[in-house]
């Protein structure tokens, strides 16, 4: 049972686009921070982005700085991912993750290399990039 739904992905050509959303399931997503993470088969869990309760701070991976844009709407309660100008090495399952932060840090990026503090995670969803 996964609280964050995930949806998006899939198989795109190089350089195409995509984007996932997360949306969570029975909660409002308001007071967490939400980071994106990837993991490529036989590689670590990877964050690549995150985003503050607030939407006011981002934060992004060298992989993919300039490349994809996190971005959030409370008022849909959904977290998204706009992936552009995809690469082979981009392909991986991504998850989305949901972290409280305290009640004065809704202007913090959540931790993209402490996967373990997350409180909440998505169901994973593969996005494959090749010709």
């Known amino acids: 049972q996964y609280n964050l739904v995930q949806s998006g992905g899939g198989l795109v050509q190089p350089g195409g686009s995509l984007q996932l959303s997360c949306v969570p399931s029975?909660?409002?997503?308001?007071?967490?921070?939400v980071g994106w993470f990837r993991q490529a088969p036989g590689k670590e869990r990877e964050g690549i982005s995150g985003?503050?309760?607030?939407?006011?701070?981002?934060n992004y991976a060298d992989s993919v700085k300039g490349r994809f844009t996190i971005s959030r709407d409370n008022a849909k309660n959904t977290v998204y991912l706009q992936m552009n100008n995809l690469k082979p090495t981009d392909t991986a399952v991504y998850y989305c993750?949901?972290?409280?932060?305290?009640?004065?840090?809704?202007?913090?990026?959540?931790?993209?290399?402490?996967?373990?503090?997350?409180?909440?995670w998505g169901q994973g969803t593969q996005v494959f990039v090749s010709s």
């Open positions: 993750g949901a972290v409280v932060l305290g009640p004065t840090a809704e202007n913090r990026a959540p931790p993209l290399d402490m996967p373990g503090e997350y409180d909440y």
């Open positions: 029975g909660f409002a997503l308001d007071y967490y921070a």
């Open positions: 985003i503050s309760s607030s939407g006011a701070v981002t």
